[in-house]
């Protein structure tokens, strides 16, 4: 037992582990805060579709850097930042005009996204090799400058998603309601789609740009199984994919697998767990009464 002990007091010294896990626990337990929005406005393809469109924005950010001589990679963040931003403003415009449908819009950014990605990482001097560790996620490739950007992204989805949730719950839950209530329901419209993009581009070095909406989802879906209140499945879904981001990552670890993997197959885990144990516990909770 103490040599496993001891191989985990290692791990956990290692600088890039410790860099890795600092991300999984901020993108697990924001991912699922921004989930719980987009579950309740029934729009939880959104994170695909932008995953997609941050494609674009990382192969951007190589084209840029490598013609002002960075070292590859360097732009790749702040270009997914912009891209996926301001391809989600898009996508809640679209829908919002009721010209095109959310699913058409949604389809058109997938195709463009991936299509424009692996065009511009060609026309960069990479391979479509290069957008792998984007797709999945990868730990090697953690630099601490990707850290320090997604721990500030992080944190700025928590504070923007708790401080405004009720304004964003209203334009989310009712949106006929709430603008006869004299609320500005695009504006906050989207911004729970910035704030959806912006979750997008702090998950995918660790979950990967297209495993990034399954931790945005699953845990709401999780939650959603033990608690009927709106607020309580947003802070259940929170704990849960913290955890699922933290002990998948070290499953990842131990395993040598791709991390993105083992966080969404070990939250679909949870749930298939709550699913099969939500009939005894309402059984039981029916025998009390």
């Known amino acids: 037992m103490s040599q496993y002990w001891d191989y985990w007091a290692r791990a956990l010294s290692d600088p890039l582990i410790q860099r890795a896990l600092l991300v999984a626990l901020l993108v697990g337990a924001a991912a699922p805060l921004v989930g719980t929005y987009l579950v309740q406005r029934r729009l939880a393809l959104l994170g695909d579709g932008i995953g997609h469109v941050a494609l674009t924005g990382v192969a951007l950010g190589w084209l840029i850097g490598a013609g002002m001589g960075l070292a590859p990679g360097t732009l790749a963040i702040p270009g997914a930042v912009v891209a996926s931003v301001l391809g989600a403003v898009i996508i809640e415009l679209v829908r919002a005009s009721g ?46 400058s990707d850290v320090a950007i997604s721990a500030t992204l992080g944190l700025l989805i928590l504070a923007v998603g708790l401080t405004t949730r009720w304004a964003l ?23 729970s789609a910035a704030l959806a993009a912006l979750t997008v581009t702090v998950s995918m070095r660790v979950v990967g740009l297209l495993l990034v909406s399954a931790l945005m989802i699953v845990p709401v879906a999780v939650a959603q199984l033990g608690s009927r209140s709106f607020w ?31 966080i969404v197959l070990l939250a679909i885990a949870l749930y298939a767990l709550a699913a099969a144990a939500r009939p005894l516990v309402d059984r039981m909770r029916s025998a009390r009464q």
Not at 112 to 126: N, Q, Y
Not at 236 to 250: D, P, Y
């Open 99 to 144: 010209r095109t449908s959310g699913d058409l819009a949604l389809a058109l950014m997938f195709y463009g996204g991936i299509a424009g990605g692996a065009a511009l990482i060609k026309v960069a001097g990479g391979t479509s090799a290069t957008l792998v560790a984007y797709l999945f996620g990868s730990l090697s490739t953690l630099a601490p």
């Open 169 to 191: 719950f209203a334009a989310a839950s009712d949106e006929d309601f709430a603008k006869a209530s004299g609320v500005p329901v695009r504006f906050w419209n989207v911004l």
């Open 232 to 262: 309580r499945t947003m802070a259940l879904a929170s704990v849960l994919g913290a955890a699922a981001g933290g002990a998948g990552l070290m499953i990842a670890y131990w395993y040598d697998l791709p991390p993105g993997a083992s």
